[in-house]
């Protein structure tokens, strides 16, 4: 039983990084904001990943975010604290995203720039299938029990715990290296690919790193970097480089 529970809790672990590098790197420095221009290659395995273990709309994801930063905590913003309270977008920030989401008005404005092609239409717009069929090959890999755990505690800590958190805490608590609204939280960062620098990412959105003191830590950039040196990805200018 320990064998097993400690499989399951290592499983969750690996789903939960693989949705939050998916995202980070993916929707929302590439995707959101073109920070790096990836290989469709690398772009559809992030898609793939996403679609599996979030059932994430990348048009959607891009649009709500866009509007974030359009409206950052002013009328318009779509989840934020300082508008709507702190534990209701700690707590309840997927139901904001939803609802932003499901505008057609909002996907259409904010992300006219992403086109979408046979695998979005027959796969990757359909949210409920990917993670469904990703937990019946959970169920049947290491158990029913075990596989429901594992996906479980996956969705309640990316959806509850790390998305809500940088829509909540780091617009609520923390540092700030620059005048905007966001804050930086360094363990957030550590856990969630860096996006818990979430002031340095308000004040240099197209910055492919996000972090930029030497004890800010974004675990996202070695990747990245990777990624650039296998002529994979293409990365834009990073904080450092536009200050200089």
Request: aromatic share 14%; proline share 4%; glycine share 6%.
């Amino acid at each position: 039983m320990l064998v097993s529970l400690a499989l399951s809790l290592l499983v969750a672990l690996a789903l939960i990084q693989t949705a939050v590098f998916s995202t980070t790197i993916f929707l929302h420095r590439a995707a959101t904001h073109k920070a790096i221009i990836l290989h469709p290659a690398v772009a559809w395995m992030f898609r793939f990943a996403l679609w599996i273990t979030t059932g994430i709309s990348t048009r959607q994801w891009v649009a709500v975010h866009r509007k974030h930063h359009a409206f950052t905590d002013e009328e318009g913003d779509p989840h934020s604290p300082h508008l709507e309270g702190f534990w209701r977008v700690q707590w309840g920030n997927v139901f904001y995203y939803v609802r932003e989401a499901r505008n057609t008005d909002v996907v259409a404005k904010y992300a006219k720039d992403i086109k979408e092609d046979l695998w979005d239409r027959w796969f990757f717009n359909h949210g409920f299938v990917g993670p469904t069929l990703g937990t019946v090959a959970l169920c049947y890999t290491i158990g029913l029990g075990w596989g429901l755990l594992a996906a479980g505690l996956h969705a309640f800590i990316y959806i509850f715990v790390l998305s809500s958190s940088i829509n909540g805490l780091c617009h609520s608590v923390g540092y700030r290296n620059f005048e905007n609204t966001a804050t930086n939280i360094r363990i957030l960062g550590w856990l969630a690919g860096g996006e818990g620098l979430h002031n340095n990412h308000h004040q240099f959105p197209r910055s492919p790193k996000f972090s930029l003191r030497p004890s800010e830590i974004d675990p996202a950039w070695p990747i990245i970097k990777v990624l650039a040196a296998l002529r994979l990805a293409r990365p834009y200018k990073t904080i450092e480089q536009s200050l200089s």
